[in-house]
Structure formats: structure tokens, C-alpha cells
Nanobody
Framework: VQLQASGGGLVQTGGSLRLSCAASGFNFDRYAIAWFRQAPGKGREAVSCIGNSDVNIYYAESVKGRFTISRDSAKNTVYLQMDSLKPEDTAVYYC?????????????????????WGQGTQVTVSS
């Protein structure tokens, strides 16, 4: 199982970035994939999750209306479109996959429900 996160960078407040999480080594369409982030000195925070059917999509309150998660089965890739970025969005962003169907409903935002993690991509938003 491999997850490769990319697309991070430096952007000004109000700008946009699109993160990609390329997946391999498992049946991509069957499992939920989430994005988490970790700012310096802080714990890992859930950002968004997309379920295997695309019907179940979750967002943290702090990013609702600004971020959009999607998946492309033809490319085995999950995207996180981030618009109206704020300095507080600055963090390392990680994607993770739940291979045991445990990250459902209210559990979607728990890091320990996910089994494999990508290496992270840095997002920096300047004020």
C-alpha cells in the first residue's frame, strides 16, 4: 500500500492550491481516504474524508465552504481543492486510507482509524 501526497507550496492569503493523493497497492474504489494536517507544535487535525461511494463526504468545520474533496477512480487519486486559503491553514498535509471500514460517521476524524499514511506535503499560506 502506498499513498503519495503532492501539490503543496507557498501561496498568499486568499489563494488556492490543489493537493493530490496518488494511491496504489489496494482496491482504490473500496475504501475511504482522508486528508489530515499538522501544524508546528500541534496535533494531527482531520480536514476531510471521502468514502468509497462518494456519497459520504466529511469536512472539518474550519474548512467547510472553502475546501472540496474528490476522487478520480481512473487515476487512483484523491484531490483536495483548497480555496480562500488562510494563514491558519499552514501545515503539513497528509492523506490516509481506511482499509478496515472503521472511519465512518463520527469516527471519520480519528487518525487511529486509518491504516496507511502518505509522506505529507507542506502548505504555507502567507499573510
Amino acid at each position: 500500500v502506498q499513498l503519495q501526497a503532492s501539490g503543496g507550496g507557498l501561496v498568499q492569503t486568499g489563494g488556492s492550491l490543489r493537493l493530490s493523493c496518488a494511491a496504489s497497492g489496494f482496491n482504490f474504489d473500496r475504501y475511504a481516504i482522508a486528508w489530515f494536517r499538522q501544524a508546528p507544535g500541534k496535533g494531527r487535525e482531520a480536514v476531510s474524508c471521502i468514502g468509497n461511494s462518494d456519497v459520504n463526504i466529511y469536512y472539518a468545520e474550519s474548512v467547510k465552504g472553502r475546501f472540496t474533496i474528490s476522487r478520480d477512480s481512473a487515476k487512483n487519486t484523491v484531490y483536495l481543492q483548497m480555496d480562500s486559503l488562510k494563514p491558519e491553514d499552514t501545515a503539513v498535509y497528509y492523506c490516509a486510507v481506511d482499509l478496515t471500514y472503521s472511519a465512518y460517521g463520527s469516527s471519520w476524524d480519528r487518525p487511529f482509524e486509518y491504516d496507511y499514511w502518505g509522506q505529507g506535503t507542506q502548505v504555507t499560506v502567507s499573510s
